[in-house]
């Protein structure tokens, strides 16, 4: 069984790609970005919202009457 990297790969086209609708090479700098000689960044959507703080048990509150 290959062992394949955790990392969810869907397809990650980098900022200008997305831009321009082009197919992204996906590399550190891809092919669109090199022979345009643009910066390539790639930003990782998180679809997940909300903070992490939400799973928390709703007995945390510490309530102190004198
Ligand atoms: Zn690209
Ligand atoms: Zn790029």
Do not use: W
């Not at 970005?33 to 990782?44: D, F, G």
Request: aromatic fraction near 4%; proline fraction near 5%; hydrophobic fraction near 30%.
């Amino acid at each position: 069984m290959p062992n394949i990297s955790r990392q969810q790969r869907a397809t990650n086209a980098c900022t200008n790609c997305r831009k321009k609708h082009v197919k992204c090479s996906e590399e550190t700098i891809c092919t669109y970005c090199a022979s345009h000689n643009l910066k390539c960044i790639y930003v990782n959507l998180v679809k997940k919202r909300g903070p992490k703080a939400a799973n928390r048990p709703a007995n945390v509150f510490e309530i102190i009457i004198d």
